[in-house]
């Protein structure tokens, strides 16, 4: 981990501590160390970047866990916040866009293009990192959006699908026979 990686960690953590602290829910634990190691190896399997990958990994959510901003547009907020720390920190201009955009563009949601490898890896881990902690999702949809179980399987299933069929096609590869089980679990009736 080089040096303003681990500067970009202390800082999330200490955030998502503060979060945790008000809310419960744990940021780090619950989704982004996930992120990150899933980043890291797509990475190192991708020849991507691997600083600005795991930067973005870090920063991605960042916005949620500063409470700033909205969820629907935490890609946006996070790229802000981005900027900002890693200024403070005097990394690279033209590095800062490059995680910038990573962050921008990490969320299977917006369709954004990706543009290059690194924004992929992120995105791919991000989606990648909900198969790893599937209870988070049924904890967002249950406590946080208080749905009823239907409706919260539901979306909870949607979400698993739209997240897999986002996947670039060597991360789809990758994850299909965990997917597929996943799905026959917890969706078959």
């Known amino acids: 981990m080089s040096e303003i990686t681990q500067k ?7 955030r998502c501590k503060i979060y945790q602290e008000k809310t419960g829910y744990d940021f780090w ?30 920063l991605h959510d960042i916005s949620m866990s500063s409470e ?8 946006i907020y996070g790229a802000k916040i981005a900027e900002e720390l890693l200024t403070k920190f005097n990394y690279p201009k033209e590095k800062i866009e ?15 293009r990706r543009e290059t490898i690194e924004e992929q890896c992120l995105a791919d881990a ?7 902690c599937i209870p988070s999702l049924f904890s967002l949809v249950f ?12 979306y ?28 026959e679990i917890l969706f078959t009736k």
């Open 156 to 183: 909870v299933k949607g979400k698993l699908e739209r997240d897999y069929n986002r996947l670039s096609t060597k991360s789809k590869e990758r994850l299909r026979d965990r997917y597929e089980t996943i799905i």
């Open 8 to 14: 970009i960690k202390e800082e999330l953590l200490n």
């Open 126 to 132: 991000d989606a990648i990192a909900h198969f790893d």
């Open 68 to 75: 700033y901003g909205t969820r629907e547009e935490h890609h």
């Open 29 to 58: 634990e619950e989704h982004i160390r996930y992120v990150v190691k899933n980043a890291v190896e797509l990475a190192k399997e991708q020849g991507a970047d691997r600083e600005i990958v795991e930067l973005g990994a870090l």
């Open 98 to 112: 490059l995680v910038k955009k990573c962050v921008l563009n990490h969320r299977a949601s917006t369709n954004s």
């Open 143 to 154: 406590k946080e959006k208080q749905m009823s179980i239907p409706e919260g399987t539901e």
